[in-house]
């Protein structure tokens, strides 16, 4: 499964409510939308598409940081962040990004 998880360093807690999109990079160059969902209450979107599927597939994650942050009254000088990945066929793809007003961090997750 394609999963992700927001942290969100400054406050110290998980970012609930991150509207996030898995979009799939098609041979022209534009994106095809695999999913849409928002971060949960421990700031998670744990089921967002099956990787088996996309195998050698690039992919990416879009995170509407924007929309997050003025939620709670903070600027950000990131008002999206986008992670590009290639899926290498495995049964978990888990892509982390840990997250504040004017910086982030991502990683291949387990």
């Given at each position: ?11 110290g ?8 999109r ?8 534009s ?5 849409a ?14 990787p ?23 600027s950000?000088f ?9 899926l ?12 504040s007003p ?9």
């Amino acid at each position: 499964m394609i999963s992700t998880h927001v942290l969100d360093v400054a406050l110290g807690l998980p970012a609930r409510g991150v509207a996030v999109r898995l979009e799939l990079l098609e041979a022209d160059g534009s994106f095809t939308l695999l999913a849409a969902s928002a971060t949960n209450e421990d700031g998670r979107a744990p089921a967002l598409a099956e990787p088996m599927k996309l195998a050698g597939r690039t992919c990416r994650l879009v995170f509407d940081t924007g929309a997050y942050f003025a939620a709670g009254g903070r600027s950000t000088f990131f008002p999206s962040v986008e992670v590009r990945f290639v899926l290498d066929g495995g049964e978990r793809c888990h892509v982390p990004l840990l997250l504040s007003p004017f910086g982030y961090s991502t990683y291949r997750g387990s």
